[in-house]
């Protein structure tokens, strides 16, 4: 017997995928022409031959996505809504990119220095507003989406993103290729938000009921004590944590990918757009595949497939002797980029209860945000001290320790859940 909450979900089902989905595709059309792994790192290296620096523009997206979710999890748990937030948080996720606009049309009379300075103000605050956005938007999809369907949409709208992304990606490279510097990141930054603009639309035609029956303490909790419960409880949760802290230094290298791949192997503007195409194509076919395959079999299974294609990306760019090398190099990369983020996130969500599920949420993001920051820096002092390879070792040895965690340690959630009362 459906919930009164349950019927109006189904109801609006339909409409809520087209909607989202379409957030999804316009989202990933602004990300190709502003891309944290190619285009951005780009832009940097314009600036700066400092391979920690450039390493640092996707660890700041993906630390400040990360960081803030924990800290937003006990107000996000008391909404009853979640639509609203989500509008005014996402905000700041986006007008950035405007700013990185004006960088780029300044930057010959500001210089580089002062250049530097305000891409990395612009990239932290990009990230902090993805950040605060994060839960409140997992919550709000995984409670208009059916639990089992969840790994299905979840994938389906990152592989949406991503096909768009990869078609937007070859043409921000023949932008690029096309016109002198720095109008070409101004142009690549101007269609990046006015595509941010309408994904923002779209997602604000979502269609959320209001959860009248969801039982709300009057006394508010301290997100640190309702995680504290969490730790000390659910021992498969923290080997899971474990799984995804690790991860970050095992992939340390794929930061720099693409600058090894310009530095060695004399790459061109047009090949940067293709290999981006060639990873974003990748996660495209990943996501959906993995995510529909994750509902049906498991997403444990997937994130063990995550670690192996880590360990063999890791291999082939420590032992790549051309060009040609990348384009597996970066397949591989775009399964293992769907394990750590796609399916882990469709995975945090099937810990714990209703109710719960912003505090999991918040610990599984917000604890992995030092370690997305440090591992880079880490792979960059490398890279600079050392060279490429190194850092390429390193990822290989760490890919296999986390691939053991996952098969050995971490169990799934769906069939091992202990019941955690976070106000007992």
């Known amino acids: 017997m459906l919930s009164p909450l349950e019927k109006d979900v189904r109801q609006n089902l339909k409409h809520n995928l087209i909607v989202n989905l379409s957030d999804g595709a316009t989202f990933g059309i602004a990300l190709g022409f ?22 640092l523009v996707p660890a700041i997206h993906s630390a400040g ?25 996402t905000i700041h996720e986006r007008i950035p990119f405007l700013g990185l606009a004006l960088v780029a049309f300044l930057l010959n009379r500001i210089g580089t220095n002062a250049g530097l300075l305000l891409t990395f103000l612009l990239l932290i605050w990009q990230g902090l507003g993805g950040g605060i956005t994060a839960n409140a938007w ?55 938000s006015l595509f941010f603009t309408v994904s923002w ?20 909790t301290h997100f640190w004590d309702d995680a504290k419960k969490v730790l000390n409880r659910d021992t498969n949760f923290n080997w ?17 990918y693409i600058i090894y791949a310009l530095r060695e192997f004399n790459m061109t503007e ?23 395959l994750g509902d049906r079999i498991g997403h444990r299974i997937m994130l063990i497939t995550g670690a192996i294609a880590a360990v063999l990306s890791a291999i082939l760019a420590w032992n790549a002797t051309s060009i040609l090398w990348f384009y597996p190099i970066f ?31 918040g610990l599984a993001q917000t604890l992995t945000a030092p370690a997305t920051i440090i591992a880079p820096i ?27 965690i996952l098969l050995f340690l971490v169990k799934d959630p769906r069939k091992i859940r202990p019941i955690v009362n976070l106000q007992s």
């Open 378 to 404: 880490l792979g960059g002092w490398i890279v600079d001290n050392a060279g490429f390879q190194p850092t390429f070792v390193i990822s290989t040895v760490l890919s296999l320790v986390m691939l053991g």
């Open 65 to 89: 996505w990360l960081l803030p979710q924990l800290f937003t999890a006990s107000h996000v748990s008391r909404l009853r809504k979640y639509k609203p937030t989500v509008l005014m948080t």
């Open 138 to 192: 997992t919550s709000m999809i995984s409670k208009i989406i059916p639990p089992d369907s969840r790994g299905t949409f979840f994938g389906m709208q990152s592989g949406l993103a991503n096909l768009f992304i990869s078609m937007s990606a070859i043409g921000a490279g023949y932008l690029l290729s096309a016109f002198a510097s720095p109008l070409d990141f101004i142009a690549c930054f101007l269609i990046a």
């Open 34 to 55: 502003a891309s944290f792994g190619t285009i951005l790192p780009l832009f940097v290296a314009t600036m700066t031959n400092s391979a920690t620096l450039i390493g």
């Open 270 to 292: 047009v090949v940067a757009g293709y290999l981006t195409a060639t990873l974003t194509i990748s996660q495209t076919i990943a996501n959906i595949g993995m995510g529909w």
């Open 201 to 220: 639309f779209a997602l604000a035609a979502t269609r959320e009921p209001e959860d009248t029956e969801k039982f709300i303490p009057e006394e508010k």
């Open 240 to 256: 899971f944590l474990s799984a995804r802290i690790l991860s970050q230094f095992a992939t340390m290298g794929f930061s720099f």
């Open 331 to 361: 397949v591989l990369t775009g399964l293992t980029n769907v394990s750590l983020w796609t399916i882990s996130m469709t995975m945090t969500v099937d810990f714990g209860t209703e109710a719960e599920r912003p505090i999991y949420i």
